[in-house]
């Protein structure tokens, strides 16, 4: 008997750090990481893919250097991450990660990837969103044969974070080649990808997911690659690809509330990072910017026809005074802001409440 007491005694004593959000002053157990390669931190790294950024001048003002992130620091996700005291997630397709590394959340983010399974494979291989779920899974046997019982409710006091759909526009649809335009008009595809999406998150509450924060698609109009590759201004954004992602982001937004209405203990948060982008790009200067449709690193007409090679000359000292690190991708500077915005609601970032809100639910 007494043996059994200790046994419960000192089990409870190993795993109270990891299922108490406050014992190491994290605000929740862990943060799983899904999306494209905005949230990536380099789980391209050892795909056969020309989606890779695992070299410099990516990383050069990251604490961890060279990571396979696409920005010179840090990403959204590792911005949240810090917010809610965390430590950096680590990237699911890394050998380390596995045993007591994946008791803080793991990132299952990959380049290139979107909502479609077929979106971004001319780059070469990548993480689906459909992958990432499967990965997720073996994730959870592994917490499963560590956690025991209290996965559940380790998960459920979790954060699972995604953002997902940018290439299935940028890298797909949009691309001068797609067959997608004749398949589909603008309004049926936005339908597509919201059918999928919406699946691929209730297979995410049937894992064991319960808090959710999914990121709506930015401006991708006022992205260099976007700016850069129209005939038009290289001082506006491209309206017409900017209302695409407005009309997905419009049934996003419809499509989460539902979800939180119907699937029990559920919260699934609309974070509005279009509005957050627009607001901060029309009114770069208030937020310390000085350049914003330009690129940081890149090439051609806005720095965003050729993408951010070692080989080109780092023209830019002050990483801080752009919104864009490349033609893709924003600065560390851009992402420290809106994560704050969706943490502490700043922005009118995050619907019906902020990430902090949400955490002390
Ligand atoms: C994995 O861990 C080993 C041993 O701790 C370390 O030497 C190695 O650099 C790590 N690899 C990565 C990719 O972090
Ligand atoms: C994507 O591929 C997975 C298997 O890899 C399959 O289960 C899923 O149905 C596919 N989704 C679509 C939309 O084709
Ligand atoms: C997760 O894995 C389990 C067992 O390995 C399997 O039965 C289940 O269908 C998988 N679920 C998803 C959504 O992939
Ligand atoms: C870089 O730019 C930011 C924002 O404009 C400014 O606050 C900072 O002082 C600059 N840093 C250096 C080293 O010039």
């Given at each position: 008997m007494a043996a059994f007491w200790f046994f419960v005694v000192t089990a409870w004593l190993t795993l109270l750090p990891m299922l108490s959000s406050t014992v190491d002053g994290a605000r929740v157990p862990a943060m799983f990481v899904f999306g494209d390669s905005l949230l990536d931190p380099g789980n391209n790294n050892h795909l056969v893919t020309l989606a890779k950024a695992n070299y410099a001048p990516n990383g050069v003002d990251f604490v961890g250097g060279v990571t396979g992130r696409f920005c010179n620091g840090g990403t959204v996700a590792d911005h949240l991450g810090t917010l809610l005291g965390l430590p950096l997630i680590p990237p699911?397709?890394?050998?380390?990660?596995?045993g007591s590394h994946i008791l803080r959340g793991v990132n299952f983010a990959s380049a290139a990837?979107?909502?479609?399974?077929?979106?971004?494979?001319l780059y070469g291989n990548l993480f689906s969103m459909d992958d990432q779920i499967a990965n997720f899974n073996i994730t959870l046997q592994q917490l499963n044969s560590q956690l025991g019982d209290d996965t559940e409710s380790f998960l459920a006091k979790s954060l699972f974070f995604l953002n997902m759909g940018s290439n299935d526009y940028v890298?797909?649809?949009?691309?001068?080649?797609?067959?997608k335009p004749n398949k589909y008009t603008p309004e049926a595809f936005s339908d597509l990808l919201i059918r999928n999406y919406n699946k691929q998150l209730m297979n995410l509450y049937d894992l064991g997911g319960r808090r959710f924060l999914v990121a709506s698609l930015g401006p991708?109009?006022?992205?260099p690659n976007q700016i850069g590759n129209s005939g038009g201004s290289i001082d506006s954004c491209v309206g017409q690809t900017n209302q695409l992602a407005a009309q997905f982001n419009t049934k996003l937004r419809t499509m989460l509330d539902e979800l939180t209405g119907s699937l029990q203990g559920s919260y699934f948060l609309y974070w509005d990072t279009y509005s957050s982008a627009t607001e901060i790009i029309d009114n770069y200067a208030d937020y310390g910017f000085k350049h914003q449709h330009s690129a940081c690193c890149g090439g051609g007409r806005s720095k965003g026809q050729?993408?951010?090679?070692?080989?080109?000359?780092?023209?830019?000292?002050?990483?801080?005074?752009?919104?864009?690190?490349?033609?893709y991708h924003p600065t560390d500077a851009f992402n420290a802001i809106v994560a704050k915005g969706a943490f502490q609601g700043t922005l009118q970032?995050?619907?019906?409440?902020n990430v902090q809100q949400l955490v002390e639910t």
């Open positions: 699911f397709n890394d050998p380390n990660t596995t990837s979107g909502i479609l399974n077929h979106t971004g494979r890298n797909n649809y949009l691309l001068p080649f797609s067959d991708l109009g006022c992205i050729i993408i951010c090679l070692p080989l080109l000359p780092l023209e830019c000292h002050n990483r801080s005074q752009y919104v864009f690190w490349d033609p970032a995050a619907h019906p409440m």
